[in-house]
């Protein structure tokens, strides 16, 4: 079946560090990938997208590339913001289905 | 104002209480989902709808019902509340099968 499987957190860093989160997926077909962001009392937000392999999606300095050959989405950011503590999910829509399926969210802390 | 709004943000009630949580979007979506969110256990799926006359199951639907009284207007209800049904409860929108989805800011649950 369809999944996704994000490294557990919660993940603590300094501010102005180098963030990976890595995700991986198992479906059929060719996925769309996202990662939204919950913070803290809030819903959650798109973030970034990609819907091909080989896609690069982008938002407020975070990126993602869609890895076909490695079923990989890795969230990456090159210097990280006290204001990015949140929790980050993973998720994919199976190709021509409408359920997303969400991973199981990785919780980020930024010291100052 | 937000685009999909959640009543009521918070909620306390005892066990065998019928609950309403009502979901309202002016995004103009035909899709709406409703989901629960517990620690480590990321987002579940509870009911979608594609429209006012389409009600589907999610994966966790029992002990739940949904009503969609309008395109607009998506609701939640617990006919006899339980202690385990405590958690954070999301509704979301979307307008097709390979879009992301909007999501409200969340309905907090707490059944004594």
């Known amino acids: 079946g369809n999944s996704v499987t994000q490294m557990e957190g919660p993940v603590t860093l300094s501010e102005e560090a180098f963030l990976t989160i890595n995700c991986t997926y198992t479906?059929?077909?060719?996925?769309?990938l996202f990662w939204y962001v919950q913070y803290p009392g809030e819903g959650l937000q798109l973030l970034l997208k990609?819907?091909?392999?080989?896609d690069k999606g982008s938002n407020k300095g975070f990126e993602a590339t869609y890895r076909k050959e490695t079923t990989s989405f890795h969230l990456e950011k090159g210097s990280v913001q006290v204001s990015d503590s949140a929790v980050y999910f993973c998720?994919?829509?199976?190709?021509?289905?409408?359920?997303?399926?969400f991973g199981k969210g990785t919780r980020l802390h930024i010291l100052p | 104002d937000a685009d999909v709004t959640q009543t009521p943000r918070n909620r306390i009630t005892k066990t065998g209480k019928r609950i309403m949580l009502e979901c309202s979007q002016t995004?103009?979506?035909?899709?709406m989902y409703w989901y629960r969110q517990d620690p480590g256990l990321g987002l579940r799926l509870i009911y979608y709808?594609?429209?006012?006359?389409?009600?589907n199951k999610g994966e966790i639907s029992d002990g739940y019902s949904v009503s969609r009284q309008a395109q607009a207007k998506f609701s939640l209800s617990l006919e006899s509340a339980i202690p385990n049904q405590t958690a954070l409860y999301f509704c979301?929108?979307?307008?097709?099968?390979?879009?992301?989805?909007?999501f409200g800011d969340g309905t907090r649950l707490s059944i004594l």
């Open positions: 979301a929108t979307r307008s097709g099968w390979n879009q992301p989805q909007h």
């Open positions: 479906a059929t077909g060719y996925p769309s």
């Open positions: 990609a819907t091909k392999a080989d």
């Open positions: 998720a994919l829509i199976p190709n021509r289905d409408d359920k997303i399926i």
């Open positions: 995004k103009g979506h035909d899709r």
């Open positions: 709808s594609f429209d006012v006359k389409d009600i």
